[in-house]
């Protein structure tokens, strides 16, 4: 996580957000009166999704389960009907 102070951050808006957004890395903003933490969209996106699904009564039994199952037992993607 990149951390920096807000006036740093004013100076370098353009290039921290940039790399925020092409490396998926956080930045810690520090001010007097707190702090913020910048994310791109795509993890933005990522961490309400799990929020979502782990809000689901027995979803994060149901990933587990499917992580654990073997590719052989698992049905051919050509098989699948969405």
């Known amino acids: 996580m990149l951390n920096t102070n807000i006036t740093n951050f004013r100076k370098n808006l353009f290039n921290i957000l940039e790399q925020t957004i092409k490396f998926n890395e956080p930045v810690n903003v520090s001010t007097k009166d707190g702090n913020a933490v ?10 309400m ?6 809000s689901m009564p ?6 587990v389960e499917g992580l654990n199952t073997p590719l ?11």
């Open 38 to 47: 910048i994310i791109s969209e795509e993890d933005y996106n990522g961490l």
């Open 49 to 54: 999704e799990t929020v979502y699904l782990s």
């Open 58 to 63: 027995g979803m994060k039994d149901k990933i």
């Open 72 to 82: 052989e037992e698992c049905l051919p993607e050509a098989e699948v009907r969405w």
